[in-house]
């Protein structure tokens, strides 16, 4: 769909919304046909059915199978009280302080702009200020309608559940726990990264992230994709050239990267699929006068919106440094559509939710 396309749709489904607070389709009638629809509106009907799905995302209108869309109710229920976000304050993407406090910055706004374009209020609290007990307090004081947190606190998850309270979590895994979960494809990336070094012709090639013995699950995702991506080329990936570096110490990851680099025995290609390994990598290079692409290859990552703000000339790198990208613009709305779908559905099964990673910039001169 282009971004045309996609303004026509956003319009027709405000006029329909606009519509359905007018009165003209109670709650529990059937709204027309998708044909009759976009002939009483001169729309096409691929811009009447994607119109109708959005709302359906909404809450506003339920799709039932070979009878139509009906109208629900149940997110006119949840429009007066307001959604919450719920941040953990731990975003850190190795590249200063900046980039930290613009990682946590990028994310919010996607979520106002949403809230904003819904007509839904947005009650946004950070996390590590509070105990859970305290956050159900106040998510009941403000009579919240549902939860989008980034924190994946067993404890404060229990109490959502127990206060029958719909939540998503995002830029998380939700390893051994029953909970909807909109994160960023790490397998996947893994793979692509695998895929492109190879294509380039490296047969050894070094790991620099984070340790996958840490509880986080996503570091053993991304390396499971890595691996796999490997293992279709024929390649492996020895003990020796797996070097652990912490997340959120920037400085500390760019010493450990620096003597990674300085090894007489350094692969020719590295893993750098984390946001802090990318930039410590980077800056390891300037520290001893090595360039990307011409004395090394690495693959990096980082959100599609820093990639598109410049986030490789920050770092001094080249526009052709191949990087995994993925969009925190699509991850707020995924788990918008989701938390909705939680609330007109709340005994339907979890589901773990994917946000594509893509390879860019991969062709080397």
Not at 228 to 243: E, F, I, T
Request: aromatic share 6%.
């Amino acid at each position: 769909m282009t971004a045309r396309h996609g303004r026509v749709v956003c319009r027709f489904a405000g006029r329909l919304r606009r519509d359905m607070e007018a009165g003209l389709y109670p709650e529990g009638q059937f709204l027309p046909s998708i044909r009759e629809l976009s002939g009483r509106h001169g729309v096409a009907k691929g811009t009447a059915e994607r119109a109708l799905r959005m709302l359906a995302d909404e809450g506003l209108i339920e799709s039932r199978p070979r009878r139509g869309y009906l109208r629900s109710g149940r997110e006119k229920e949840a429009r007066g009280f307001p959604t919450a976000y719920i941040y953990s304050g731990m975003y850190s993407t190795g590249a200063g302080d900046d980039w930290d406090e613009d990682a946590a910055r990028r994310t919010l706004n996607e979520f106002e702009r949403l809230a904003a374009h819904r007509a839904l209020s947005l009650l946004v609290i950070k996390a590590s200020d509070r105990s859970p007990d305290e956050l159900m307090e106040q998510l009941t004081a403000a009579r919240a309608s549902g939860v989008v947190t980034d924190a994946l606190d067993p404890a404060f998850l229990d109490r959502t559940k127990e206060a029958g309270l719909p939540a998503v979590v995002i830029d998380n895994i939700g390893e051994g726990y029953d909970i909807d979960t909109v994160a960023q494809d790490g397998w996947l990336g893994g793979l692509y990264a695998a895929e492109e070094l190879a294509r380039r012709g490296h047969r050894r090639i070094g790991w620099l992230g984070p340790d996958p013995l840490n509880s986080d699950p996503q570091i053993a995702e991304r390396l499971g994709g890595v691996l796999g991506g490997l293992a279709r080329a024929g390649l492996d990936l020895p003990h020796d050239l797996r070097v652990t570096a912490p997340i959120g110490h920037p400085e500390e990851a760019r010493r450990i990267a620096r003597e990674f680099l300085a090894r007489p025995d350094r692969p020719r290609a590295f893993f750098a699929i984390w946001q802090d390994m990318t930039a410590a990598l980077a800056g390891a290079a300037s520290d001893l006068n090595l360039r990307p692409g011409r004395d090394f290859d690495f693959v990096g990552w980082c959100t599609r919106e820093q990639y598109e703000a410049g986030y490789l000339a920050g770092l001094g790198l080249d526009a052709t440094q191949p990087m995994l990208v993925w969009s925190v613009a699509e991850m707020a709305k995924t788990a918008m559509a989701r938390l909705a779908e939680r609330r007109a559905a709340p005994d339907s099964p979890c589901v773990a939710l994917k946000i594509p990673v893509r390879l860019e910039a991969g062709q080397k001169a």
